[in-house]
């Protein structure tokens, strides 16, 4: 916790397939182990959130993804000390040969999201995206530039 300090940025990604199954993964550790959740990890320096997303999702299952858009968001404090914020993604699969980090995670499949459900093992958030995903979707839109006096070396706005 000391290396993220009282503010933390996360991102996470439901990651689906042509036919509609949803890439999930079972953590070794944290409030999630055992469950049923989706790929995750924290924002590094030098890079946009997006681009955050796809990278903890390749590490963590090896499935390259395109970007769909935002779903939302998830902000929380942590025994009144800690700041804790999630973006959620949606990716597309541009394949199906996971190779599972096994160092994170007991395992990583794609599965239909009625099958996620009747498993007893799905998370809080699974079960509520499963049950409520909304449809509309932020949009990336990197072609905008606020002025070169900002510095900025990425810009991403996600727009309706």
């Not at 999630?32 to 796809?54: C, H, I, M, R, Y």
């Not at 942590?78 to 096994?102: P, T, W, Y």
């Not at 990336?140 to 900025?152: K, Q």
Request: glycine share 10%; hydrophobic share 40%; net charge neutral.
């Amino acid at each position: 916790m000391e290396k993220r300090g009282k503010v933390w940025l996360a991102v996470s990604g439901l990651v689906t397939t042509g036919d509609g199954r949803w890439l999930v993964v079972k953590k070794k550790y944290g409030g999630l182990k055992g469950k049923w959740s989706l790929p995750a990890g924290f924002v590094n320096a030098g890079e946009t959130v997006d681009q955050a997303v796809q990278r903890e999702v390749l590490e963590e299952t090896g499935i390259e993804t395109e970007l769909v858009g935002m779903l939302g968001m998830r902000s929380g404090v942590i025994r009144g000390d800690i700041s804790d914020n999630m973006i959620l993604f949606a990716l597309q699969a541009k394949h199906e040969n996971i190779v599972c980090q096994d160092k994170e995670l007991f395992e990583a499949r794609f599965l239909h999201p009625e099958n996620i459900l009747r498993d007893g093992d799905a998370s809080v958030l699974i079960r509520h995206l499963v049950e409520a995903l909304p449809k509309a979707r932020l949009r990336l839109d990197d072609r905008v530039n606020p002025g070169d006096h900002f510095g900025y070396t990425a810009y991403h706005l996600f727009l309706p």
